[in-house]
T-cell receptor
């Protein structure tokens, strides 16, 4: 149980284009979803927290117009990197939490974004 | 404020020998603590979770961790390392901010298992 999927697993795009990454909870309803960014050989950096049906809450320093997050249903959240540039290249990982009274997060397998 | 410190950035052990990955935490209240494992280019997998029910927590793949309040530690152990245990391990403390639980990650410990 508690499986989270991400699609795509890898994406290569040209500078200036937008890329959408999907995060799905497959066997539970995710009240809250989180988006992280991970640089090589580093820990995870929280980008934003999203609750179903609400606007995402972004961490300090994360551009909300650059990284658009939508949490339209209890099983799906999307991250859109708009007008991507090479410095946006990174490993993006989502996670999902099953309810208001639980703090356990289940992580997706990650998406490797490369911007040329 | 909560924080977590992983005391070793790299640990090397021989296959079949015990594993010890160290984690210290800081929290103003009884925390939820987690250990996750990340294999290369993969997401994080939950190994185990402490939520004050029992101080010795058993996880998957033979891992366990002991919560020691007096030492503010939550070290991860395994009696006998396998080659497949080679990965990055993260100690995490959970804290509530405006009604939402967020994770505070340690910097990670890379475990190398030697044949």
């Amino acid at each position: 149980g508690a499986v989270v999927s991400q699609h795509p697993s890898r994406v290569i795009c040209k500078s200036g284009t937008s890329v959408k990454i999907e995060c799905r909870s497959l066997d539970f309803q995710a009240t809250t979803m989180f988006w992280y960014r991970q640089f090589p050989k580093q820990s995870l950096m929280l980008m934003a927290t999203s609750n179903e049906g609400s606007k995402a809450t972004y961490e300090q320093g994360v551009e909300k117009d650059k990284f658009l997050i939508n949490h339209a249903s209890l099983t799906l959240s999307t991250l859109t990197v708009t007008s991507a540039h090479p410095e946006d290249s990174s490993f993006y990982i989502c996670s999902a939490s099953a309810g208001l009274f639980t703090d356990t997060q289940y992580f997706g397998p990650g998406t490797r974004l490369t911007v040329l | 404020a909560q924080s977590v410190t992983q005391l070793d950035s790299h640990v090397s052990v021989s296959e079949g020998t015990p594993v010890l990955l160290r984690c210290n935490y800081s929290s103003s209240y009884s925390p939820s603590l987690f250990w996750y494992v990340q294999h290369p280019n993969k997401g994080l997998q939950l190994l185990l979770k402490y939520t004050s029910a029992a101080t010795l927590v058993k996880g998957i793949n033979g891992f366990e961790a002991e919560f020691k309040k007096s030492e503010t530690s939550f070290h991860l152990t395994k009696p006998s390392a396998h080659m497949s245990d080679a990965a990055e391990y993260f100690c995490v403390v959970s804290g509530a901010t405006s009604g939402t639980y967020k994770y505070i990650f340690g910097t990670g410990t890379r475990l190398k298992v030697l044949a």
